[in-house]
């Protein structure tokens, strides 16, 4: 599962790890803590801001519509009520995390595309699931929703 393989449910351990800068940073895995220690989301824990740049709603969608190398403004098309400053937003967190990469084009005017790398590549397969799931389930939560929003209401 997707949570197991980046070790985002927060286990912990005693060990450091480096950081690019030469700084140090508690792990948040590790086969040696305790049940109790795994069920921690430390917020230190490394994976916390990552999680945060990459798994948003815009975030996951961009990485969808980039099966191939896409122009801004067909990624613009392609998400219905996404804002230009918000997906200008999205495209460089992405960028900055490796997810993608930015070609400007020798065209006038220029031209940029963008495309996953083999890092945000890795990623299609798990939010595909994710997404996938929230599609099979979307009936079901609407109506827990509008239970709890009438219980709610009483």
Do not use: H
Not at 120 to 136: A, K, N
Request: hydrophobic share 35%; net charge positive.
């Amino acid at each position: 599962m997707f949570a197991l393989r980046t070790g985002w449910e927060g286990r912990i351990s005693s060990t450091q790890q480096t950081q690019p800068d030469g700084g140090r940073w508690p792990r948040c895995e590790g086969s040696g803590a305790s049940v109790e220690e795994r069920r921690v989301f430390r917020s230190d824990c490394p994976s916390r801001p990552i999680l945060d740049q990459i798994a948003d709603k815009w975030s996951m969608m961009v990485m969808a519509v980039l099966e191939e190398p896409t122009r801004f403004n067909e990624i613009k098309r392609r998400l219905e009520g996404v804002t230009q400053r918000v997906l200008t937003q999205t495209l460089r967190r992405l960028e900055r995390n490796g997810m993608i990469v930015r070609r400007v084009l020798p065209t006038a005017p220029v031209g940029v595309e963008y495309s996953l790398t083999p890092l945000g590549e890795s990623l299609r397969e798990p939010f595909g699931r994710l997404y996938d799931w929230t599609i099979d389930n979307a009936d079901e939560i609407q109506a827990r929703q509008a239970d709890y929003d009438r219980q709610a209401t009483r």
